[in-house]
């Protein structure tokens, strides 16, 4: 092997060695697809009309209960927002609850809504209030400059 063939090796071996990772990235992308988020909520990714209403808290993010009539199930979901709100401790400035009756809107839990007025997370009824709790405190800590 001549010196100029030993030097097209060693070339191609940098090459390869420098293309290794991006093709193996790609491939455990390709085969070995990435888990799904660890929300605990489901997310949303609409914006809601009523937070474009007059009355609406500008600035602020809101836990929303979109429900019309108010039964037991109604009842548990409003104090479970309560607790949620209250265990936020100082972060509860920035987050205040509102009952507001809609028929666009789910009516089986609670809503999450950002202060652009976006939905961010669904709660169904049921849902763990210690994980909620850990979940919006989340949100609202990596979402500092909102609200």
Same mark, same amino acid.
């Given at each position: 092997?001549?010196? $100029?063939?030993?030097?097209?090796?060693?070339?191609?071996?940098?090459?390869?060695?420098?293309?290794?990772? @991006?093709?193996?990235?790609?491939?455990?992308?390709?085969w070995l697809p990435p888990a799904?988020?660890?929300?605990?909520?489901?997310?949303?990714?609409? &914006?809601? &009309?009523?937070?474009?209403?007059?009355?609406? &808290?500008?600035? $602020?993010?809101?836990?929303?209960?979109?429900?019309?009539?108010?039964?037991?199930?109604?009842?548990?979901?409003?104090?479970?927002?309560?607790?949620?709100?209250?265990?936020?401790?100082?972060?509860?400035?920035?987050?205040?609850?509102?009952?507001?009756?809609?028929?666009?809107?789910?009516?089986?839990?609670?809503?999450? @809504?950002?202060?652009?007025?976006?939905?961010?997370?669904?709660?169904?009824?049921?849902?763990?209030?210690?994980? @909620?709790?850990?979940?919006? $405190?989340?949100?609202?800590?990596?979402?500092?400059?909102?609200?």
């Open positions: 092997m001549s010196a $100029r063939d030993r030097g097209r090796v060693k070339l191609l071996l940098i090459a390869l060695l420098c293309a290794l990772p @991006v093709l193996a990235s790609w491939l455990s992308y390709r799904g988020g660890k929300s605990y909520g489901q997310l949303l990714a609409t &914006p809601l &009309p009523q937070a474009r209403q007059q009355g609406w &808290p500008q600035g $602020r993010w809101v836990l929303l209960d979109a429900a019309a009539s108010c039964n037991p199930a109604c009842e548990q979901r409003r104090f479970a927002m309560r607790q949620i709100h209250t265990a936020q401790g100082e972060a509860a400035t920035r987050l205040v609850r509102r009952q507001q009756a809609d028929a666009t809107l789910r009516q089986d839990g609670f809503y999450l @809504v950002d202060p652009h007025g976006n939905g961010v997370l669904f709660y169904p009824d049921g849902a763990a209030p210690a994980a @909620v709790i850990r979940e919006i $405190r989340s949100v609202l800590k990596n979402n500092n400059s909102l609200g």
